[in-house]
Nanobody, 121 residues
Framework: QVQLVESGGGLVQPGGSLRLSCAAS????????MAWYRQAPGKQRDLVAS???????NYADSVKGRFTISGDNGKKTVNLQMSSLKPEDTAVYYC???????????????WGQGTQVTVSS
């Protein structure tokens, strides 16, 4: 089992910056990927950025050049530095961890509770 706790959401003006953090606890040694997703009202939950335990990163086209994902592989924490924020970035942001159960060749997804990010003047 893995538990995720997010922090750092809030209200920010367009063009501003915000940093989200997520800390994993429990069976963290088997986590292979951590990611941030977001879900705006009435829309599906979409990937924002991800980072693997080898440091490989992936970004949605809409945030490339504005958001940076980073993490501590030992502590299994992941951060999302968001800059040049736009109103369309407004959403609930969720942290996700992917756990690999090697003995069973199973991948399990865990989600945080979500944190609200609102970009508005």
């Amino acid at each position: 089992q893995v538990q995720l706790v997010e922090s750092g959401g809030g209200l920010v003006q367009p063009g501003g910056s915000l940093r989200l953090s997520c800390a994993a606890s429990g069976s963290i040694s088997s986590i292979i990927t951590m990611a941030w997703y977001r879900q705006a009202p009435g829309k599906q939950r979409d990937l924002v950025a991800s980072i693997t335990n080898t440091g490989d990163t992936n970004y949605a086209d809409s945030v490339k050049g504005r958001f940076t994902i980073s993490g501590d592989n030992g502590k299994k924490t992941v951060n999302l530095q968001m800059s040049s924020l736009k109103p369309e970035d407004t959403a609930v942001y969720y942290c996700k961890a992917v756990q690999h159960i090697y003995s069973a060749s199973v991948f399990l997804d865990y989600w945080g509770q979500g944190t609200q990010v609102t970009v508005s003047s």
